[in-house]
Nanobody, 125 residues
Framework: VQLQASGGGLVQAGGSLRLLCAAS????????MGWFRQAPGKEREFVAA????????VYADSVKGRFTIVRDSVKNTVYLQMDSLRPEDTAVYYC???????????????????WGQGTQVTVSS
């Protein structure tokens, strides 16, 4: 599977953005899909994920209640709706896909073997 992330931009604190991750080829329907982010000088951190089986979602505590991950299996796309944005949400956001039929955790970069190119999100105060 190949991934293409888009939808980033500049927004004021309190605003909203919707990120898209379009998947092509292969095993989208059988892969967990996740979003991570990386701010300058910091490690890549987990944001949200949706499982291939059952569609269960998980979120980092820092975004719970503000971000929503949605999977559209018809369009082979995963969305990250980001509301009530804060300056500390500023980062490059990456979408990722797990190996097919994955049964492990969703919280670590090593749970995923395919990555999109990243999209910049900047939240001004």
């Amino acid at each position: 599977v190949q991934l293409q992330a888009s939808g980033g931009g500049l927004v004021q604190a309190g605003g909203s953005l919707r990120l898209l991750c379009a998947a092509s080829g292969g095993t989208f329907s059988r892969s967990d899909m996740g979003w991570f982010r990386q701010a300058p000088g910091k490690e890549r951190e987990f944001v949200a994920a949706v499982r291939w089986s059952g569609g269960n979602t998980v979120y980092a505590d820092s975004v719970k209640g503000r971000f929503t991950i949605v999977r559209d299996s018809v369009k082979n796309t995963v969305y990250l709706q980001m509301d009530s944005l804060r300056p500390e949400d500023t980062a490059v956001y990456y979408c990722a896909a797990s190996p097919p039929y994955y049964r492990g955790s969703n919280y670590n970069p090593h749970d995923y073997d395919t990555w999109g190119q990243g999209t910049q999100v900047t939240v001004s105060s």
